[in-house]
């Protein structure tokens, strides 16, 4: 079992009750969001740079239930919202500050968690 987490960005409540507290799980999890993040990220520049906002959208529902996994509810809200708006093409001179946000709530999540579950020293 894993000693107090030191955790402002994420809240690992749900994984941790959806794994009956399984630290198993819950490490599995946590490194297939940190694996995720710079995909989501590097997905969302290129998407926004071509202007393509229906993929755009679609990625944003995409990232939204992994972001709603580590409890981050604030900025799945938030890309709910980036979501509905890309997939109409929809006030895009609004996406950049959401893709800002995204990637700078997100990164620091990904350090946090690194941070809480560094794996042993061999």
């Not at 749900?14 to 995909?39: A, C, H, K, N």
């Not at 409890?71 to 890309?79: E, K, R």
């Not at 709910?80 to 800002?100: D, H, Q, T, V, W």
Request: hydrophobic letters at 40%.
């Amino acid at each position: 079992m894993a000693g107090k987490r030191n955790l402002e960005y994420v809240n690992l409540e749900y994984i941790e009750s959806m794994s009956g507290g399984d630290e198993t799980i819950i490490r599995e999890l946590v490194d297939i969001f940190i694996e995720q993040v710079p995909e989501f990220i590097r997905e969302m520049q290129k998407l926004y740079e071509k202007q393509d906002w229906t993929n755009l959208g679609m990625l944003a529902h995409k990232a939204k239930s992994s972001i709603a996994i580590m409890g981050m509810n604030d900025l799945a809200a938030m890309l709910k919202e980036f979501e509905l708006n890309a997939k109409e093409a929809k006030s895009p001179e609004k996406y950049s500050g959401y893709i800002e946000r995204f990637v700078d709530e997100t990164t620091h999540a990904v350090e946090e968690l690194k941070s809480n579950f560094e794996k042993p020293k061999q």
